[in-house]
């Protein structure tokens, strides 16, 4: 499968300690959930290659550590990459209310302006709501970002997630690098718009 590759992608996935980062990036690379994952400690890393609308791309998939005491650490690993993924607890107000915190530090590290980024709303499958959909879909819109809603313990929304960012991210010129049949980076890429359907901000 790795033979015809389009592209190989840098996917952060970032927010506060406790959101389920590290269990949506399990979810979709291995299709597990561990109600008993430890926290990060710095960062984790993992790949996978998926099929979006015909085409194969390799995503690296970087899973920073919420906790304060590991921001230190993560600033390189916003170099270079192409997509962000920005995660809340539906039910915790307070990730909530620092995904402008997040979406700030998204805009002093990272190198790519034009970098594709999407609002998650997790653990829809929990009670005691306290973000209601309506209040993810409004700050995604305001702040110009892709959203949905997903579950890291039942899979809802989480393979959707990742290929709705893998297509903006294809969309966007000059974002991404096409492999040519060697294997080595073609700089004269086609227009993206020939390998993906668009995707809507919203």
Not at 50 to 59: A, C, Q, R, T, Y
């Amino acid at each position: 499968m790795g033979d015809d590759l389009l592209t190989t992608l840098k996917i952060l996935i970032i927010g506060e300690s406790g959101v389920g980062k590290s269990s949506l990036m399990l979810r979709f690379t291995e299709d597990e959930f561990d109600s008993e994952q430890a926290l990060t400690i710095g960062v984790d890393f993992k790949t996978k290659i998926i099929n979006v609308d015909g085409v194969n791309v390799k995503l690296a998939i970087w899973d920073t550590a919420g906790q304060e005491r590991f921001r230190t650490l993560t600033p390189s690993y916003y170099r270079d990459a192409q997509g962000a993924i920005l995660v809340y607890d539906t039910t915790k107000k307070s990730t909530f209310q620092k995904l402008d915190s997040w979406l700030n530090e998204l805009d002093i590290y990272g190198t790519r302006p034009n970098m594709a980024k999407m609002v998650v709303g997790n653990k829809i499958d929990q009670p005691n709501r306290q973000i209601s959909r309506d209040d993810g879909f409004r700050f995604a819109k305001k702040h110009r970002t892709m959203f949905i809603e997903t579950s890291a313990m039942t899979s809802e929304g989480v393979k959707d997630a990742f290929e709705e960012i893998v297509r903006k991210i294809i969309e966007t010129d000059g974002l991404w690098e096409r492999r040519n049949v060697d294997g080595n980076v073609d700089l004269n890429q086609k227009s993206a718009a020939s390998y993906c359907q668009m995707c809507s901000l919203i």
